[in-house]
């Protein structure tokens, strides 16, 4: 097996393994065993548990940067309303649920790695709003100001509840799901929302 799909092999037994049981009493025997490679394998790759806790956090945010499509600046309410859904159905798919579960579970052991997602998911997350902010004639920082505060009125609601388990994540990956009536009605709101500011 190529190198680059070995260490990807590992990185998504240590996700699996790390959600299912937690991250402290996840071994790497484990991981190896989930794998299906040697302990001596991961730590050829991964120096610690903590570098593997990591690369998921990496590969979150960049599947997270993936899969948020362009906005563009002159978009107007059927692409921003598109935009909307698909952040709604990123931000609550399971799997992000899952290490947003994880990072906070662990933030009194890994506090930057936890400050490290928040700050890096919401630059992802904002940084379209922003732009289509600007091209609308809001500049510098009352761009980001106003694209922080549209999203966390979009995902927030949506994202709490995943995270108590008042509803369901996304079971599909990103893409795959057809939004629940309540993220649907948020979408437009937002939407709606933005519209009219602008």
Not at 4 to 14: H, M, S, W
Not at 148 to 156: G, M, P, Q, S
Request: glycine residues 6%.
């Amino acid at each position: 097996m190529p190198v680059a799909n070995k260490t990807e092999q590992i990185i998504d037994a240590a996700k699996a393994t790390f959600l299912t049981v937690g991250y402290r009493a996840t071994s790497m025997d484990l991981i190896a065993e989930r794998a299906k490679v040697t302990k001596r394998t991961i730590y050829n790759n991964f120096k610690s548990k903590e570098q593997l806790l990591e690369a998921v956090i990496d590969g979150t945010l960049a599947r997270l940067s993936d899969r948020l499509a362009p906005l563009p600046t002159d978009a107007g309410q059927p692409k921003l309303l598109r935009f909307a859904e698909t952040l709604v159905e990123l931000i609550c798919w399971d799997g992000a649920i899952g290490v947003q579960r994880l990072v906070i579970a662990e933030a009194d052991t890994f506090p930057k790695l936890g400050a490290r997602l928040v700050k890096e998911s919401s630059e992802i997350m904002e940084k379209p709003i922003a732009s289509w902010w600007a091209a609308q004639g809001h500049k510098g920082p009352a761009a980001t100001s106003l694209a922080r505060e549209w999203v966390n009125r979009l995902t927030a609601p949506a994202r709490l509840d995943r995270l108590l388990g008042r509803r369901r994540p996304y079971s599909e990956e990103p893409g795959g799901n057809a939004l629940d009536a309540l993220d649907r009605a948020a979408a437009r709101d937002a939407v709606s929302y933005l519209v009219n500011l602008a």
